[in-house]
């Protein structure tokens, strides 16, 4: 397995790796996510995020593409309530479902800790939406916590 960081020549792959996790949240929130419409549907998205130079994304490859990880470097300025912090978000992860639990989420993440480091960002944060326990367990298993809630109480759809 090879990681790099993206480029803009691989928002369709990225689009394309992005498709079974956007199933599954259309599936669990048919009212607040869309459905793909094929394997392209991301890729003005995608575009986007590979020219902004607060996004950095990696895509873990071997003979094909097997997932990707999408990281947002973020500066909050100090505030009457909190302390200024900076940290890196995990705004997306995807691993092909057949090329779970052989390492490359694993791998993933450990980039988005090394990236972290080098930019001296206090911490690595992330959310998760509360149907994909899997995910839960695994972000568990490479020693991430709660600190946070959100809820929602919906009044249509």
Same mark, same amino acid.
């Given at each position: ?5 993206? /480029? &803009?020549?691989? #928002? @369709?792959?990225?689009?394309? $790796?992005?498709?079974? %996790?956007? +199933? ?31 996004? /950095? &994304?990696?895509? #873990? @490859?071997?003979?094909?593409? $097997?997932?990707?990880? %999408?990281? +947002? ?41 090394? $990236? ?42």
């Amino acid at each position: 397995m090879q990681i790099r960081k993206a /480029v &803009i020549g691989d #928002a @369709e792959v990225l689009s394309k $790796l992005n498709v079974h %996790v956007q +199933r599954m949240h259309a599936d669990a929130y048919p009212a607040m996510s869309k459905q793909p419409a094929g394997d392209d549907f991301a890729v003005p998205f995608f575009n986007a995020l590979l020219t902004d130079p607060e996004i /950095v &994304i990696y895509l #873990a @490859e071997d003979q094909g593409p $097997l997932g990707y990880i %999408v990281l +947002r470097k973020v500066r909050r300025d100090e505030n009457p309530f909190m302390h200024a912090r900076k940290y890196v978000y995990i705004d997306q992860i995807g691993v092909q479902p057949e090329h779970h639990r052989k390492g490359v989420g694993k791998a993933l993440m450990a980039l988005s800790e090394q $990236l972290a480091q080098e930019e001296g960002l206090d911490f690595v944060g992330l959310d998760s939406w509360d149907f994909n326990a899997e995910a839960h367990a695994f972000f568990y298993s490479q020693g991430y916590q709660v600190y946070n809630l959100r809820m929602w109480k919906r009044m249509s759809g």
